[in-house]
């Protein structure tokens, strides 16, 4: 069980917890955090509270010094000892049988089974805002197709937060791609989504198991209407490098696209002032922030903004 974390002390050690306290029996799996390139004293936080279980080998610590949660994913599933390799997101606490439901479901399901999507609820520090839809809402890494396991075609996401692959299938497909994903403060994201298209490309199945649940702490400052307009940015940002990798798109059709996408934000004329002006409205808001996503999308296939 992989957790990548940076600068997050204040929250790591709940995650942490979270798996010391798996139903399933301890000698069935191993716990690695992934300290990427951590500037807050992380790495020495988490070696003073949880001593003994490093000393006892029921955790182990690895450093990535490339920023990057890509880099990191990718160091922990290369350090990491077991067949299967599960991600919690350094910010979730994982419910009590996570562990034990993902090795049920891989050993349900046999080889064709080549990534598990759990879900994910927010834990949130306050109400949620009147302005933010349930739709802007999957921002914040919320994932709930249902109470059915599925398997999830292209058109619906997952989180890399909750997320557990065979070690087999990671090197097949040389790990999450390194030139998408968050990095420092850039937004950028979209890694498990391409990880999704290449595991899907080779056969398997991308499945959504709502039984292997997590809890996602909402920070306050993700609260603001800046952050969703940002994210939104970024996301944008994030299909444009992902589409220019999957399709090959040369300069001249990313240049012609990038003129069709434009001539589509501003038509009708309305959807410039829903970008421009503020609004406490939800559904406005929802259009604000879908404009943010087209400028990132421009920019994206510009290379403006990697």
């Known amino acids: 069980m992989v957790i990548c974390t940076h600068n997050r002390r204040e929250h790591v050690p709940a ?23 951590s500037t807050d004293g992380t790495g020495a ?13 029921r955790l182990r610590l690895a450093r990535e010094a490339e920023p990057g949660v890509a880099h990191a994913r990718n160091t922990g599933w290369r350090e990491a000892r077991g067949r299967i390799v599960a991600y919690l997101d350094d910010d979730m606490r994982a419910d009590p049988d996570w562990a ?21 609820l927010l834990d949130w520090p306050e109400a949620q805002p009147a302005w933010l839809s349930f739709d802007l809402s999957l921002c914040l890494s919320r994932i709930d197709w249902g109470d059915a396991p599925q398997a999830l ?21 040389g790990g999450f791609p390194v030139f998408l994903g968050r990095v420092g403060g850039k937004l950028l994201s979209n890694e498990e989504v391409l ?9 398997l199945t991308v499945l959504y198991a709502p039984a292997v649940s ?12 800046g952050w969703f307009t940002r994210r939104s940015f970024w996301q944008g940002v994030s299909e444009a ?7 090959g798109m040369g300069r001249a059709v990313r240049l ?24 406490r409205d939800a559904r406005r808001f929802d259009l604000k922030c879908a404009g943010f996503g087209t400028l990132g999308y421009m920019a994206g296939l510009l290379g403006l903004a990697e």
């Open 256 to 279: 012609g696209t990038a003129l069709k996408v434009t001539r589509d934000l501003l038509r009708p004329p309305e959807k410039l002032a829903w970008l421009l002006l503020p609004t």
């Open 214 to 225: 997590g809890l996602h702490f909402v920070h306050p400052e993700r609260l603001r209407q």
């Open 100 to 120: 034990r439901r993902i090795l049920d479901i891989f050993a349900a399901h046999g080889p064709e089974l080549g990534c598990l999507a759990g879900r994910v």
């Open 195 to 203: 990880l999704g298209h290449m595991v899907r490309e080779r056969g």
């Open 241 to 247: 490098v992902m589409h220019r990798h999957r399709k």
């Open 153 to 173: 075609g292209p058109d619906r996401h997952f989180s890399g937060g909750n997320l557990a692959l065979p070690r087999r299938v990671l090197e097949d497909l």
């Open 15 to 37: 995650a942490v917890r979270s798996l010391l306290t798996q139903t399933l029996s301890p000698n069935l799996f191993e716990i690695l955090v992934v300290d990427n390139a």
């Open 45 to 57: 936080a988490l070696a003073a509270e949880f001593a003994a279980e490093l000393a006892g080998g």
